[in-house]
């Protein structure tokens, strides 16, 4: 009754994949026409490199499977990054010890963080405002109040232990010597230091520690299933029971905790709090889930998918950087991959035909 | 006698100066197919939009199992077990055959003991045993919406409801955007879901197909029910005659 052409049925399985076919290809690629670009020290960088967009990707996936957009975690980076910055500032001026400065810096930024995402949600499922003006509204307003929290200027001074978390590795090994975990031994020599191996970033690891949670959650989860059936029939959900005003205001509450988040991980990377910190990301955020498989107009995207795409840009920065391609370069390849993936999305038959149906 | 499942009694439905539905009365009894026909504006859609909650009556009352009701929403007519089967179907299109059947009643488990997720094996085991009961054969349950015919999308919806309990389904032109082959199977559906004690009202343009499953024909015009019969006990040509008001009705 069915009957599958195994060679195209090949064919579609290898399209599907594509984005990780192109980005091993990618790495391949560069690796041979890099210098050193396939090193521990150098992926490690694209990693961390690639942290605002990876965190502020999976929170937009959330958004972007129920059939909306929020453009305001642009510059909720920046928020976030002058409100943890400030906090620390002030506790540790106010004598408090620097653990417990940053600590209220960190929790003052989630919490704060969460107050946009709720409002942008209540625009969006209650006042049935269009995500893209609501959140566009918010993008301004985030970026206001970021500024006059900071009066204009960055906020530099940070308690100094800040730096050693941000740029801190879960490993260190000394080949034949030590290998220790999360703090360098004392004592080391010049030379010692130099071939000192650090291995996986914290950042890194915080922001795969939530990504993975959120990923479960997405996929796993009721929680997940009723993301996906709003962004599917928003009609078929109600009827069905889900409370899809609260749901949609939770979706849009995790894509601002992902931007706090995303700015307290640039205040630990760059140890400064800075407005306009992150704003260059939102597209590439948008532009990562779309690569990732996801559909702007609702119901499709899985966090998988959109670290992949967030990879594929970060992967092709870096290795730009690494041939000493002006990096201007870069918004025009990103550019060509966007409108493959949306071509590749368009024109993939479905795998599963029409089949005969008896009742 | 065989208690009814759903009475109407003297519905009035009006919409400014128009009397969509005039006095109306309707029995239904359990595991009954029963038709409405009519021409377009003669009532029969704002009628089932008063069963269904969607529009409220006026006048009259509605016993439910001999219980008087009042539906004031489609929530709570889903509750009392009175479904209607829509054209666009409520159905997520991006998901599969039976993430939809429980859609809002999702079966959950525990994943190592703490968390809970989402138990498809037994969502996936009990939609294919609600399919077999209904004899409708979709090949893979796991198949997205999105891929299937309009015919097994009615066939998914209505397995949905008679899987949470719905006791009246309501079916507005279920028909009307199906090839030949689909039509039969919907119809056979039909016949499945009444010899299983479901009551069905059914409306549609094609007479045909409504004298194939009805037992039992209301015909309306301008709003007014102008005739009740037996399917078996008439024919095509006299409830043409009725619908357009070219034969006298019973009750005018």
Redesign the interface.
Known sequence: M?NYNKRSEIGIRILRRWTLIFLVGEIIFFSIAGTNYFSLKNLQNILVDSITVLLLATGETFVIITGGIDLSVGFMVGFSSVVSAKVMVDLEAAGFSQPLAITMGILAALLLGLIPGFINGFLVAKLRVPPFIATFGMYGIAYGFAEIICSNVPIHNLPTSVGSLGHGYLFYWLPRRFFSFLSIPENLTREELKQLISIIPNLTVITFIFIGIFAFILA???FG??T??I???I???E????NVQAHLIKVYMISSFFASLAGIMYVLQYITGRAPAGSAYLLDAVVAVVIGGASLYG??GTVVGTITGSLIIGVLEIGLVNLGIPTFNLHIAVGCILIFAVLVDQFSP?L???????? | MMETLLEVKNIIKRFGGLTAVDNVNMQIFPGEVVGILGDNGAGKSTLIKVISGVYHAEEGQIFFEGQKIKISNPMEALKIGIETIYQDLALAENMNVYSNIFLGREKLKKYLGLINVLDHDYMLNESKKMLNRLEINIPSLENKIRNLSGGQRQAVAISRSIYWNARLLIMDEPTAALGVAERGKVLNLVKTLSSQGVSVIIISHQIHDVFSVATRLLIMRRGKKVAERLTKKTNTDEVVGLIVGSLPGDYN
């Open positions: 069915i796993k989860t009721k299933q009723h996906y059936a962004g599917g029939n009609n078929a959900a009827r069905a029971g889900v119901g499709k479905e599963i035909q029409k089949e005969e149906w008896s009742a």
